[in-house]
Structures are given as structure tokens and as C-alpha cells.
């Protein structure tokens, strides 16, 4: 086993300016892993400058309709060759591709398999790609040294079109962002939403609670989406409601920090309740949906209040006990900081870090006929890489 630092290439499909789940994952992996002294960059498409120094930007993205949502992915011909380049260049000791099947650069990277390779599945509920190049995935998928999923609900939909062993981990949250954050400066009970303006994530439902809430309470809305303009058309006559659009990471966290209750009333598509774990780290009680993908992280009635997903009115009683009854609060703020701990990003960075020296020693363990394969795969990238 290698005792020195790895250089380790972490890929990501979805756009690394635009805020999402996966994208945090791996921006926030990437710190701890440099902050342990590996050399870890992240690839992936940037619509503006890189989101930090660490970044290789692969071009704009496109958005791509996907599982009931709009995903920023950069499948073109551009985005292919930058992606090319860059792995030809960093020269990784391994690579860390998160959706690996997703069109653009970590598909690039998985077909071109330059390396050995560590592969995380997020995705959980559907998906018209798998279903639909099977056969061709399942070829390219043989490739992947080490496969991991976030959840079980993300393995049963992955192992379902591509049968194998996969290790079940966890999303991560780097604790000490959170809690260390000074709180942003409230007036009264606020609520915090932050989340795609999208059928799924159910901010219908949360606005429409909203009218059952005391007059002083105020919803922070962050972030936008398709639905942005038609929301605030219907409730432009509620001044309590304040639309923030898209945050910083740094104003995300304040903002989670000085909230009263933190509101997740997604109605389906969640495999893994990342927000949740922000908000527990923060110190912010919770009131969420009851999918799968929420209760992976969350304990009904213990560290989060849970009510029927699409339930207007048990989502507008269950704000107002938390928000009305301080001592329901602190315990859930309490055990909600409790339970964050047991998703540390430095763990979760430990648990890769013997994925990737597994993928490693098995990648060095291959025939001397895939050897030979590779070789001729460096060749070719190499005379890519040098068309202008």
C-alpha cells in the first residue's frame, strides 16, 4: 500500500457554479482530502470562473432534462476534448467519477480509463438512461475498479441495470463550516428554503403553509428554477416571503444558521438528504418530507420533524410547533447536531481513501493484455491532445 500523497482526480458531470447536491459533495471532498496532503483537483464543467483554485473548468454546460429535473451537464464535443486533455496532462493516480454514466465528463473519463477508477452513484427513483443504453453502459461499467453508492435507494436503482458489488457510504458534510459560521441576523421566526424552483422539491406546498402561519414569520426562499416567476406571481401579496435567488455557499451556511426551522417538502427524487445534513450541522431544526432519501438521514420525531410528503396541513403544523415551542426546538437542534457528526466528511474522506488504494492494487493486479490496451489508449489521447 502507498504511504505517500495520492493524486487524486475527483470528475463531476453537473456544472461547478451552479448549486447542487453532488456538486458539494465533491468540492467539499475535495478540500479534506487536501487538507490531508493529497493532491486532489476536481474536473468538471464551469459556467464562469472556477468556483475555487483547485477547480480545471471544462467549458459552459447545457441544461439537460433528467429524472423530472434540469441537470447542467456539458456533453459536447468541447467539453470531451478538455476533458481529455486534462487527464492527460494531471497524469491522476486514480480517478473518483461521481455519476460516471452522466454524458460528459465523466463518461469521457470511464470511456477513455486512463487510470484506475472509483465510481460514486447519487442518483435514486428512475432513469430513462440506464434503462435505455443498458447494453452499451454495461460494457464501459466492467472498467470501474471500486463502485460506490450514496444509499440504498441509489444502489436498488443502479444494481437494477448493472448488477455487482457496490459499498453503500454516505454523503458527508464538513462540519466545521457550519458550525464555526457566524449566523445571519434575523428578525422574528424564519423559515429557510433553499432548493431547485421545481415541481419536485414542493415549494408549492410551502407557500401555500405559509397562509396558516402567524403573521411575523418570515420565509427565506433561495435559489430559482423553471417555477421562480409563476411562485412569485402567486404569492407577490405576501410580504413575509423574501426570494433570495442563488447564494454563495458562505450566505447559504449564515443563512442556515440563523434560521429557525429549516423546510424540506420534496415530494419525491431524493436519494440522500444532503440539506438535511447542513441544517443538522448548522444547529437548525428540521421539518422534511418522508421519502426515502430524507429518512436515510433524518430520525422522525427524534432529530427532525417528518410529515406526509404533499400534506399541506401537517407541513404547516409541524412549522408552527417547532417555531411556537421552544423546547421542541432544542431538542431537535440538539439531537440534529448529534446525528450530523456520524456523517463527518473527514470520515467519509478516510472510507475513499481505502477505495482508492483498493482500486489502485486492483488496477496493477490487470492481465498484461489490458495493460497493452491501455497503452494504446494513452497513444491515442496523446494525439487528441495535441489537435488544436
Not at 149 to 162: G, H, I, N, T, W
Amino acid at each position: 500500500m502507498r504511504t505517500g500523497p495520492l493524486r487524486i482526480g475527483l470528475v463531476c458531470p453537473y456544472s461547478l457554479t451552479i448549486p447542487g447536491g453532488v456538486q458539494g459533495q465533491v468540492l467539499d471532498l475535495a478540500r479534506v482530502l487536501r487538507r490531508h496532503g493529497h493532491e486532489a483537483r476536481v474536473l468538471g464543467p464551469c459556467d464562469g470562473p472556477p468556483p475555487t483554485t483547485f477547480v480545471t473548468p471544462l467549458g459552459n454546460s447545457i441544461p439537460t432534462s433528467a429524472n423530472g429535473s434540469v441537470a447542467p451537464l456539458a456533453p459536447d464535443p468541447a467539453c470531451t476534448l478538455r476533458t481529455i486533455r486534462a487527464l492527460r496532462d494531471e497524469e491522476f493516480d486514480v480517478l473518483h467519477l461521481h455519476e460516471p454514466f452522466a454524458p460528459g465528463p465523466t463518461h469521457t473519463a470511464l470511456l477513455i480509463d486512463i487510470a484506475p477508477m472509483v465510481a460514486t452513484f447519487h442518483a435514486a427513483g428512475t432513469s430513462a438512461s440506464y434503462r435505455y443504453l443498458q447494453l452499451p453502459l454495461k460494457r464501459v461499467a466492467e472498467r470501474i475498479e471500486v463502485r460506490c453508492v450514496v444509499s440504498k435507494d441509489a444502489e436498488q436503482l443502479v444494481s437494477s441495470f448493472f448488477p455487482g458489488e457496490y459499498d453503500v457510504l454516505f454523503n458527508g458534510v464538513d462540519l466545521g463550516r457550519y458550525q464555526n459560521a457566524a449566523p445571519w441576523k434575523t428578525e422574528g421566526p424564519t423559515i429557510f428554503f433553499c432548493g431547485r424552483h421545481e415541481p419536485r422539491k414542493g415549494l408549492d406546498l410551502l407557500l401555500e403553509a405559509m397562509s396558516s402561519l402567524p403573521k411575523n414569520v418570515t420565509l427565506w426562499v433561495a435559489s430559482d428554477g423553471p417555477d421562480t416567476e409563476r411562485l412569485r406571481s402567486l404569492s407577490a401579496g405576501d410580504q413575509r416571503i423574501q426570494w433570495l435567488g442563488r447564494l454563495t455557499d458562505d450566505e447559504k451556511i449564515a443563512r442556515l444558521r440563523g434560521a429557525s426551522v429549516f423546510c424540506a417538502p420534496s415530494l419525491r427524487g431524493e436519494s440522500f438528504g444532503v440539506v438535511l445534513l447542513e441544517a443538522m450541522a448548522s444547529g437548525t431544526p428540521i421539518v422534511a418530507s418522508d421519502l426515502p432519501g430524507y429518512l436515510n438521514v433524518a430520525n422522525p420525531g427524534v432529530d427532525a420533524e417528518i410529515v406526509p410528503a404533499g400534506d399541506v396541513a401537517a407541513l404547516g403544523a409541524a412549522l408552527l410547533r417547532v417555531l411556537t415551542e421552544p423546547q421542541r426546538a432544542e431538542r431537535l437542534r440538539q439531537a440534529g447536531s448529534e446525528r450530523a457528526t456520524h456523517f463527518s466528511m473527514e470520515r467519509l474522506a478516510e472510507e475513499y481513501l481505502a477505495r482508492y488504494e483498493l482500486a489502485i492494487s486492483t488496477r496493477q493486479a490487470r492481465t498484461p493484455a489490458e495493460s497493452r490496451h491501455r497503452r494504446d489508449l494513452r497513444r491515442m489521447m496523446t494525439r487528441l491532445g495535441r489537435r488544436p
